[in-house]
């Protein structure tokens, strides 16, 4: 089956405890994306990756790192996470190097305490 | 860079009406404008999208009119159904083909 996945779906932490969120496609897109949603909000980009190798900033990148060593795998770090950094994050990718037709993972929600 | 705005933020039809979400962008050099769906408590899917050389795209009971002149787009939701009680979203590609641009969302009631 066609689909992205994250883990863990739900994860409370304390501030400054790094931690690392994952996503894994298995459509063999080059286009993937992280996005966080507030309520108000809508959906924010943090960083996205054309392909391997190839990243670059969104719109909030501030407190988060990534990498993109694997095609399919792109996961999202905090490196020193703070109380503003609780919210829904979604991991996207789509075929090609472009946002069109975005897939998204199921989510996961973090809390920082 | 690009703006985008979407109105109305909450929408309440009569089940069997029509529905209307309208969003403005602000870069005229935008090209590609997808809107998704988003039930509750679930990830946001792609429902349609409409390219710069296109002004209308229809999938059903869903459209998307696009205005490049006035620089705003709409989704229209004809014969509306429970199941489409959700929050839907408008994009804007952020300068190229690599970002996007989101609205902040219209959340969609349909009263029984």
């Known amino acids: 089956e066609a689909q992205v996945t994250q883990n863990p779906r739900y994860l409370i932490t304390v501030t400054g405890k790094k931690l690392t969120v994952t996503c894994s496609q298995n459509?063999?897109?080059?286009?993937m994306s992280w996005y966080r949603q507030d309520p108000g909000l809508g959906l924010r980009q943090i960083y996205y990756?054309?392909?391997?190798?190839?990243?670059d900033k969104g719109d909030v990148p501030e407190g988060y790192k990534v990498s993109r060593k694997e095609k399919r795998n792109f996961p999202l770090i905090l490196e020193s996470p703070s109380p503003n950094q609780t919210s829904l994050y979604f991991c996207?990718?789509?075929?090609?190097?472009?946002?069109?037709?975005?897939?998204f993972g199921p989510g996961t929600r973090l809390t920082v305490t | 860079g690009e703006n985008v705005e979407q109105h109305p933020s909450t929408l309440s039809v009569q089940e069997g009406d029509s529905a209307v979400i309208k969003c403005t962008y602000s870069?005229?050099?935008?090209?590609?404008f997808p809107w998704y769906k988003q039930e509750l408590g679930k990830r946001p899917q792609l429902i349609i999208d409409?390219?710069?050389n296109v002004g209308e795209k229809k999938d059903q009971r869903i459209a998307v009119t696009l205005n490049k002149t006035a620089k705003h787009f709409s989704l229209h939701i004809t014969e509306t159904q429970p199941e489409d009680s959700a929050v839907y979203f408008c994009?804007?590609?952020?300068?190229?083909?690599?970002?996007?641009?989101w609205g902040a969302g219209t959340k969609l009631i349909i009263k029984p």
């Open positions: 996207a990718s789509s075929f090609g190097d472009t946002t069109y037709e975005q897939y």
């Open positions: 459509m063999n897109h080059e286009y």
């Open positions: 990756s054309m392909n391997v190798e190839v990243t």
């Open positions: 870069d005229s050099a935008s090209n590609y």
């Open positions: 409409i390219r710069s």
């Open positions: 994009a804007a590609p952020g300068g190229s083909n690599y970002q996007l641009i």
